[in-house]
């Protein structure tokens, strides 16, 4: 009896816990206040996470390497050794992060819920502190892509959201011109 009672209130708990309300604020980033052509030398700072998503410490290692990797590689490119001048300091941040994992995603399938990353990048002008962009970026693995590739999409998220922010600063090298967060406008759980 006390069986039939629980498995209604645990279904019931299961659908709620597997949505992801994840959202980036806009759909596109404004312009940063000046093109990142005007900076000389780049630091690219490690990644900052809310208390909301530090328990993903796994995923927050990926993203942290998959922005070594791509966001500092631009980096490098642009860096004038020469020379003195202008800093842009990178600071990133994940606002917010729900990361499935392959054993979870096979475990549970599509009741796991979609994967999602919210971040930030703050540009900020070292010697004077100025703000010169604070964008955020989004990536999302839907819950029924993720089942089906056994973790591949969810896998595949975390290198997404560091080559959003690589593609922001293209964008933005020789002029200031924003870019998208990511979402796509297609987004269901």
Request: charged letters at 20%; proline letters at 5%; glycine letters at 8%.
């Amino acid at each position: 009896m006390k069986f039939r009672l629980l498995l209604p209130a645990a279904l019931a708990l299961l659908c709620c816990a597997c949505v992801t309300h994840i959202r980036p604020n806009v759909a596109a980033n404004p312009p940063p206040a000046e093109p990142f052509s005007h900076f000389q030398h780049f630091m690219l700072e490690p990644i900052q996470v809310s208390d909301e998503a530090a328990h993903e410490k796994s995923a927050i290692g990926k993203i942290s390497i998959y922005m070594r990797q791509r966001v500092g590689t631009t980096l490098s490119g642009w860096e004038n050794r020469n020379q003195d001048g202008r800093v842009l300091d990178i600071e990133p941040y994940i606002v917010q992060l729900k990361y499935v994992s392959t054993g979870a995603r096979i475990f549970a399938g599509d009741f796991a819920g979609s994967s999602a990353v919210l971040m930030r990048v703050k540009f900020t002008d070292a010697q004077t502190g100025r703000v010169i962009a604070d964008p955020e970026f989004y990536q999302r693995a839907a819950a029924e892509g993720g089942t089906w590739s056994f973790g591949g999409t969810d896998k595949g998220m975390l290198a997404r959201i560091a080559t959003v922010a690589q593609q922001y600063l293209d964008r933005n090298y020789a002029q200031a011109v924003g870019g998208p967060t990511g979402l796509d406008g297609t987004e269901q759980d």
